[in-house]
């Protein structure tokens, strides 16, 4: 009986020690203030099938699955470098102007991830943009390489953000 319970109490042990460890949700964040209107700006981002107008990393976008700028349209990203990603839309409000979407699949090292671009007027002629996102490292094992670990997931989507958003605010002023 007491080494039942011995045995017992270190399944529990590791299996929380283990637990500890596996992937965790995380989120990037990335703003931009824009000296346009958001109608303007929004002109740029709102077309799902065309990431490539403002993101220099994509050089085609491609609607491979239901129609543009409709919830459960699927859109395949080829990047500059050849490297695809393929995304869905969860959400679409064009009054609101935001969009909701998720990676299906792709080179990014990530997975869950869902992510919003929202543009906001803050004046006449001055908007901000807003592309936020949660998700998970895409090797989610308790022990992934270093190039395979939060700390990368996070710093690849975050320059990703940045640098979509750094040219909207080029192209858009």
């Not at 017992?8 to 990037?28: H, V």
């Not at 976008?61 to 349209?73: D, M, Q, Y």
């Not at 990530?110 to 919003?116: A, G, I, L, Q």
């Not at 190039?147 to 320059?159: G, R």
Request: net charge positive; glycine share 6%; charged share 25%.
């Amino acid at each position: 009986m007491k080494y039942s319970l011995l045995l017992a109490s270190m399944l529990i042990s590791t299996s929380c020690i283990a637990f500890a460890d596996e992937a965790k949700n995380l989120t990037a964040h990335e703003e931009v203030s824009i000296d346009a209107p958001a109608a303007k700006v929004w002109d740029k981002v709102s077309n799902f099938n065309d990431l490539g107008a403002w993101h220099p990393a994509v050089k085609t976008t491609e609607i491979v699955k239901g129609k543009n700028n409709k919830v459960g349209a699927e859109r395949l990203l080829t990047l500059q470098d050849g490297g695809t990603i393929k995304e869905k839309l969860l959400a679409y409000n064009a009054k609101a102007r935001s969009f909701k979407y998720s990676i299906i699949e792709g080179v990014l090292p990530v997975s869950s991830y869902v992510s919003s671009v929202t543009v906001k007027p803050v004046s006449k002629d001055k908007s901000l943009v807003v592309w936020e996102g949660t998700f998970k490292r895409k090797d989610t094992s308790a022990a992934p390489a270093e190039d395979k670990n939060d700390a990368t997931a996070v710093k690849v989507i975050t320059s990703v953000y940045r640098g979509g958003l750094d040219n909207l605010k080029k192209i858009s002023e």
